[in-house]
């Protein structure tokens, strides 16, 4: 099983600063198979960035996904209001999919 | 547009079955450009794939799960199932079902969740 460690665990920014989160694999994630979830309280996550670093559909270009191998991240540019939420990084190159343990984005 | 719903219990007790339910509405459980997935997440938590059915019936489960989890389509009534047995407080979550689209090979739409505590 392939274990995903997020970095930090808590992030607090100002409104417009730059927010960049870390996710970091026990293995290397075949193709590239990562992908980033926002999740608010009470709701359930919304899927951010695929294959690494393609965003979904809707998604804020504020929002960049890189990496590959054992070493992803996800910038937000310039962080928004409606930014402040739980991140989470998961894998789906090799089974069991597997998510890490989530970094909160808070209001400094 | 597409819509996932979770429908069941609101309390299970030790040791019995979690069943649960998703309705889905604005696309076709028969199609191949999907799987039909269960995960988890116990309050305050991170989130746990279950298990994962595609529109043939093929299962995919969670190893940690894999002797406890039956995951089921319905496809007169456009639904998949979820049955975990010999439940223990250790399964109090949020039961969310979700598509996962083999174009974008992640978890695009998610239904709303469901807490499903076990308790006496």
């Known amino acids: 099983e392939i274990v995903l460690t997020q970095s930090p665990g808590t992030l607090a920014l100002s409104p417009g600063e730059r927010a960049t989160l870390s996710c970091r694999a026990s293995q290397s994630v075949n193709s590239n198979n990562v992908a980033w979830y926002q999740q608010k309280p009470g709701q359930a996550p919304r899927l951010l960035i695929y294959g690494a670093s393609s965003r979904a559909a809707g998604i804020s270009d504020r929002f960049s996904g890189r990496g590959s191998g054992t070493e992803f991240s996800v910038t937000i540019s310039r962080v928004e209001p409606e930014d402040f939420a739980v991140y989470y990084c998961?894998?789906?190159?090799?089974?069991?999919?597997?998510f890490g343990q989530g970094t909160k984005v808070e209001i400094k | 547009q597409l819509h996932l719903q979770e429908s069941g219990p609101g309390l299970v007790k030790p040791s019995e079955t979690l069943s649960l339910s998703c309705s889905v509405s604005?696309?076709?459980?028969?199609?191949?450009?999907?799987?039909w997935v269960w995960i988890r997440q116990p309050p305050g938590k991170a989130l746990e794939w279950i298990g994962s059915v595609f529109h043939g019936g093929s299962t995919y489960y969670n190893p940690s799960l894999n002797s406890r989890v039956t995951i089921s389509l319905d496809t007169s009534k456009n639904q998949f199932s979820l049955n975990l047995t010999s439940v223990t407080a250790a399964d109090t979550a949020i039961y969310f079902c979700?598509?996962?689209?083999?174009?974008?090979?992640?978890?695009?739409?998610w239904g709303q969740g469901t807490l499903i505590p076990v308790s006496s």
């Open positions: 998961q894998q789906y190159g090799s089974p069991p999919w597997t």
């Open positions: 979700a598509r996962h689209s083999v174009r974008v090979a992640a978890f695009d739409i």
């Open positions: 604005g696309a076709s459980l028969t199609s191949n450009s999907y799987y």
